[in-house]
């Protein structure tokens, strides 16, 4: 039984877009000493726009972490949990598709 080369592309993109969003909202909390969050696009300003890019991009990370809190302290029931997690999935494939492309775009 082999595996669809559509499939293993899927597991790539999958994998570059949790590693890409945990990197990412890594980085931004060493530069700024700030905890990359949702509530980076409510400052209002320049500071909203700019943060965009890291908030879309780091975002199957804030939601998974966000969930996990979520889960230990108010005791959120699985199915939000899984429900979440499922999310946070679609969000990672399609954005560690959208940093596929960008890469085969610079050639690296």
Not at 16 to 30: D, I, P, T, V, Y
Not at 48 to 70: E, K, Q
Not at 73 to 81: E, H, I, Q, T
């Amino acid at each position: 039984m082999a595996i669809q080369p559509s499939a293993i592309e899927a597991l790539q993109s999958l994998f570059l877009g949790f590693a890409f969003a945990g990197l990412l909202a890594s980085a931004f909390e060493l530069f700024t000493a700030r905890r990359a969050d949702f509530k980076l696009l409510q400052a209002g300003g320049l500071a909203a726009v700019a943060s965009v890019p890291v908030v879309v991009f780091s975002a199957p990370f804030l939601i998974l972490r966000n969930t996990m809190h979520g889960r230990q302290g108010a005791g959120r029931p699985f199915s939000f949990v899984m429900l979440a997690s499922m999310t946070a999935a679609i969000w990672s494939l399609v954005s560690g598709r959208v940093v596929l492309d960008l890469l085969h775009l610079l050639g690296a």
